[in-house]
């Protein structure tokens, strides 16, 4: 059993940074990759970032690739998320994700893979 805590998250003006951080328990993450996503208010959930276990292959989306960078220390089995030139539209909950289950094409992409998730974070940029 995993259990995930995301913390960093605030209220940053547009254009400012944010570091997410995720601190896992329970079992270490380094036989885990790890995903971010995030919620809007009337959204569905959507991919952020994602990153193997070794941290050599990330994964972004498009709306934040340039941007964003994700990272992980399996030492410390913390992730990160640092964010940059933030903007209105990256308001949002932002939750951690842990997952075994590395195949298929995209498998990053769907929530549905990963098996373990935190509280969330909220982000809030002003414009």
């Known amino acids: 059993q995993v259990q995930l805590g995301e913390s960093g998250g605030g209220l940053v003006q547009a254009g400012g940074s944010l570091r997410l951080s995720c601190a896992a328990s329970?079992?270490?993450?380094?036989?885990?990759?790890m995903g971010w996503f995030r919620q809007a208010p009337g959204k569905e959930r959507e991919f952020v970032a994602a990153i193997r276990w070794n941290g050599g292959i990330t994964y972004y989306a498009d709306s934040v690739k340039g941007r964003v960078t994700i990272s992980r220390d399996n030492v410390k089995n913390t992730v990160y998320l640092q964010m940059n030139t933030l903007k209105p539209e990256d308001s949002a909950v932002y939750y951690c994700?842990?997952?075994?289950?590395?195949?298929?094409?995209?498998?990053?992409?769907?929530?549905?893979?990963?098996?373990?998730w935190g509280q969330g974070t909220q982000v809030t940029v002003s414009a």
């Open positions: 994700a842990a997952t075994s289950s590395v195949y298929g094409a995209d498998w990053y992409r769907s929530s549905a893979k990963y098996g373990y």
């Open positions: 329970g079992r270490t993450l380094v036989s885990y990759a």
